[in-house]
């Protein structure tokens, strides 16, 4: 990397200083660190004017690129109207009613601000709905920080199942008790534990493409089947693959539809909103009319279904529905997961370059990674080196983790990306 200015290690050192040098879970070695100034479609520029070819988008919520004009147009208008009423509002009852069209399970929304949130209170649901405490869920499969979720999300070590590993300090023994763990992929498995504690389990909660690992053939029709067989609900957190693997999310993909599913990142472009979606009759554990007396599931937050992030979403959806997006965002991403798999072969090095659809991750392994304790089993350190090597070189990514692509990248962008990708691989040999 370029040396930083003396003003960006003034900056990286405040940041330090004054918020720990991280707003959460992405935090780059203090010797590469940078500090944004603003990005637009597919670039990002730090403040000593570096541009780098954005594959981090936000964390992946940037589907369309920043600052889309007609995100950025829609965003603007309303602000002049007012940022947050705290009640119903034309622009989310139109969003609402947009994703209620687009996606299989949803007869209902309802809307909160941050993914972890979403995936909280359909654990809630699920629990008032069936009456039951316990949550299952896969070892590897990131579902937010909530308590639940950070059960097995990033142990270092493979679980025992079904007993979970938490991921954090804080979280109250108690909570362990009530979330089981299986291994992503292994049908048999999950349904011995299902079929073993069905008197007790409310739900299956999964990442329907578990971070970056593909679901075998048949996988989630087996989840689909042993859960409905159980008097189980299954959860679909839609987070990332919502609206990013078809307009439909996932469950559109796959052709699996789950009881309940979980929404973010894509879609509200970039603004804080996201969405749990259902049927009238499991969501009516959250309206208090409708509980006879029972207490409510109950779901509140001051900015839920704000109109600025419900116009974003609004404008996203038109971009996102417009022809040949997907074909693009597919496209896009398969030229450079294939133009990475060549630059590996020349050089005989093994690595699986895993995904599908616009975001992919290399593990450097000699096997096909197809659940955890095969992620376990890739040298993690190098795919991380591999990463930070292509942020010195122009490239901004989560070192060793997902790249996201968006509908801004472009020939010039994977063309660059790729004598990037060359670059970083002989500097890593």
């Known amino acids: 990397m370029d040396s930083r200015s003396s003003a960006q290690e003034r900056l990286v050192g405040q940041a330090n200083e004054v918020m720990g040098g991280t707003l959460g879970a992405f935090k780059l070695p203090d010797e590469q660190a940078v500090v944004i100034s603003h990005a637009k479609g597919s670039k990002i520029y730090d403040v000593d004017g570096r541009e780098y070819i954005d594959y981090l988008l936000g964390s992946g919520p940037l589907l369309v690129g920043h600052a889309h004009p007609v995100v950025v147009e829609a965003v603007q208008r309303q602000a002049e109207r007012g940022s947050t ?9 139109e969003l609402a009613t947009r ?68 991921d954090s300090a804080g979280i109250p023994h108690d909570v362990e008790a009530d979330v089981l763990i299986s291994r992503w992929n292994d049908a048999e498995l999950t349904r011995q534990i299902v079929e073993e504690n069905a008197e007790s389990l409310a739900a299956v909660i999964c990442e329907p493409l578990q971070r970056s690992l593909v679901p075998a053939p048949g996988f989630l029709a087996a989840l689909r089947e042993m859960t409905r067989a159980n008097n189980v609900l299954l959860i679909f957190d839609e987070v990332v693959t919502g609206f990013r693997l078809a307009y439909g999310g996932a469950q559109e993909h796959y052709g699996v539809v789950p009881d309940i599913a979980t929404f973010g990142k894509a879609v509200s472009g970039g603004y804080p909103l996201a969405v749990v979606a259902s049927s009238h009759e499991i969501l009516s554990v959250t309206d208090p009319a409708k509980r006879n007396g029972k ?84 040298d993690r350190a190098k795919s991380r080196e591999f990463g930070l090597r292509c942020i010195e070189r122009g490239l901004f990514l989560n070192p060793g983790e997902k790249f996201y692509v968006s509908l801004a990248h472009d020939v010039d962008d994977i063309e660059r990306t790729l004598d990037i990708f060359e670059d970083a691989l002989d500097a890593l040999n």
């Open 85 to 93: 009423y705290y009640t119903l509002n034309e622009q989310v009852i």
């Open 99 to 166: 994703i209620v069209e687009a996606v299989p399970c949803a007869e209902e929304v309802r809307f909160v601000s941050t993914g972890t949130e979403a995936t909280f209170h359909a654990m809630r649901i699920a629990r008032a709905y069936t009456g039951k405490p316990k949550i299952l869920k896969f070892e590897g499969g990131f579902h937010g920080v909530n308590d639940y979720a950070m059960m097995s999300a990033h142990a270092t070590r493979q679980t025992s199942y079904p007993t979970p590993i938490p």
């Open 295 to 378: 207490p409510a599931a109950q779901m509140g937050g001051t900015l839920n279904g704000n109109p600025i992030a419900a116009v974003a979403g609004l404008a996203t959806l038109e971009v996102l529905r417009g022809e040949g997006t997907y074909e693009k965002l597919y496209g896009t991403t398969e030229r450079i997961k294939g133009g990475l798999r060549e630059l590996l072969s020349e050089r005989g090095m093994s690595a699986d370059v895993n995904g599908e659809g616009p975001l992919f991750q290399v593990f450097f392994t000699d096997e096909t990674v197809t659940d955890y304790p095969g992620v376990l089993r890739s």
